[in-house]
């Protein structure tokens, strides 16, 4: 009896891990795959497809959706506005399971994008983050506009007001400053978080950015 009953419990043990290995817990777990390099390749010829209005469009027939549906290994993350016109799927002619995206207005980095953006280097093996502005962002003319009225500022505002006061009184447009400046304090202040700073400091993981235009569909890389 005792032994039946151990061997019962044994097979539900050996179901049970079979379940979680097999599904959605640890499939994500997996080795870095591609590099910074050959992802930040991907999305230049993705995007140049995008520009010259010659898009393959990859990986969107119901056999990726089946494909991926176990596991997700995306070879990039990018941290975008979420203006209606930015979305990185199209800007890099790409598919499903390919880039790990999250979006918020303004592309600003509280903790939760931080966090969010750290569940893909650490656990999916993303190896380039890209934290990608735009031109005429709405967001950040808000905090151009509303930084003289700091009583109304939500956190949103909150989040974009050092790149607004980092480029007051410089020569150019205060909107276009302020989008290029907010993308380079991004960049900084995800490098040098507590959840990623030890893997750019190592070279495993490469942050860049970019600037998209929303007339020519192109990206202006930051250096
Ligand atoms: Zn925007």
């Known amino acids: 009896m005792n032994l039946i009953f151990h061997r019962q419990t044994l097979q539900a043990a050996i179901i049970a891990i079979a379940i979680i290995v097999g599904g959605a817990p640890l499939a994500d777990e997996h080795a870095p795959g591609v590099s910074a390099s050959e992802s930040l390749q991907l999305l230049l010829d993705g995007n140049q497809r995008f520009i010259d209005g010659k898009m393959t469009h990859p990986n969107q027939m119901p056999a990726r959706r089946i494909e991926i549906a176990k596991g997700q290994h995306p070879f990039a993350a990018i941290l975008t506005c979420s203006d209606s016109r930015t979305a990185p799927e199209v800007l890099f002619d790409r598919g499903l399971g390919d880039i790990f ?123």
């Not at 893909?120 to 890209?130: D, F, I, P, W, Y």
């Not at 989040?159 to 480029?167: D, G, N, S, W, Y």
């Open 101 to 223: 995206v999250v979006r918020v207005a303004g592309n600003v980095a509280d903790q939760v994008v931080i966090e969010s953006l750290d569940y893909s280097v650490t656990h999916l093996g993303v190896r380039l983050l890209m934290i990608l502005g735009h031109r005429s962002c709405g967001a950040v003319t808000a905090a151009v506009l509303g930084h003289e009225e700091p009583s109304d500022v939500g956190p949103m505002l909150t989040e974009l007001r050092p790149a607004v006061e980092a480029t007051q009184g410089k020569s150019g447009d205060p909107v276009e400053n302020a989008i290029r400046e907010n993308v380079e304090l991004v960049m900084t202040k995800l490098s040098d978080s507590p959840e990623l700073s030890s893997m750019v400091k190592s070279g495993d993981l490469k942050v860049i950015g970019g600037i998209y235009d929303l007339s020519t569909g192109k990206i202006e890389m930051l250096k």
